[in-house]
């Protein structure tokens, strides 16, 4: 199995987890112990997709992880430790979008990998249409999941109820939109802008799970 090093993990990465450890160090000197909780939290889940992609087979592209531990950051410790999500009005509006293209990114990858990359087994709409629908039905999922944690344990994290949870599918579906169509225009060997990047790292690094891809 593959070790962990320095030189294969991406700039912003790195960042990140030096942020995480001087306010980790610092939360602990000016005893804020739920601080102190929350960086060394974020810092573990953002070593998570590090750790266990290579234990399922699967190689992510710089673009992929650097993603994914920044979407962790921004959530847990910017929005929740820092207040950015009620600092800064579009705060959550652009976490879920991007989450969304992601997971519509996400959602394209895992069904051309099941073609193991033959792009003619299924038109390219009928995967858009799946990737767009996975993305969306995790967005749903999530806004189930700040209702149940509303109303069982009394947090906030509907905010504004209705309202929030509607904009928040709004946007969802917005994102989950335009991954699907990058994942389907992929397919036909087009691009939208610099998104087709990180599936094109993908299918690469992972050729074994595309035999078929041309």
Do not use: C
């Amino acid at each position: 199995m593959p070790r962990l090093r320095l030189k294969n993990i991406p700039l912003p990465v790195l960042l990140v987890w030096a942020a995480l450890g001087l306010e980790f160090v610092t939360s602990l000197l000016e005893r804020q112990w739920p601080l102190a909780f929350v960086a060394a939290l974020t810092f573990a889940l953002t070593l998570l997709p590090i750790v266990l992609a290579p234990r399922v087979g699967i190689r992510l592209p710089m673009s992929f992880t650097a993603a994914i531990v920044l979407f962790i950051f921004a959530t847990i410790f910017l929005g929740e430790a820092f207040d950015f999500y009620n600092r800064y009005w579009w705060w959550d509006m652009v976490l879920h979008g991007g989450s969304a293209l992601g997971f519509g990114l996400v959602g394209f990858l895992f069904v051309f990998m099941l073609f193991e990359g033959d792009r003619y087994a299924a038109p390219a709409w009928a995967l858009g249409l799946i990737a767009f629908s996975f993305a969306v039905t995790i967005g749903a999922v999530w806004e189930i999941f700040e209702y149940g944690m509303d109303q069982i344990f009394g947090f906030n994290m509907q905010k504004s109820g209705l309202h929030d949870t509607m904009k928040d599918l709004i946007v969802d579906v917005i994102g989950a939109a335009i991954g699907a169509t990058v994942g389907a225009l992929y397919m036909k060997g087009r691009e939208l802008g610099g998104l087709s990047k990180p599936l094109k790292d993908f299918v690469t690094q992972n050729a074994q799970l595309f035999r078929r891809s041309k």
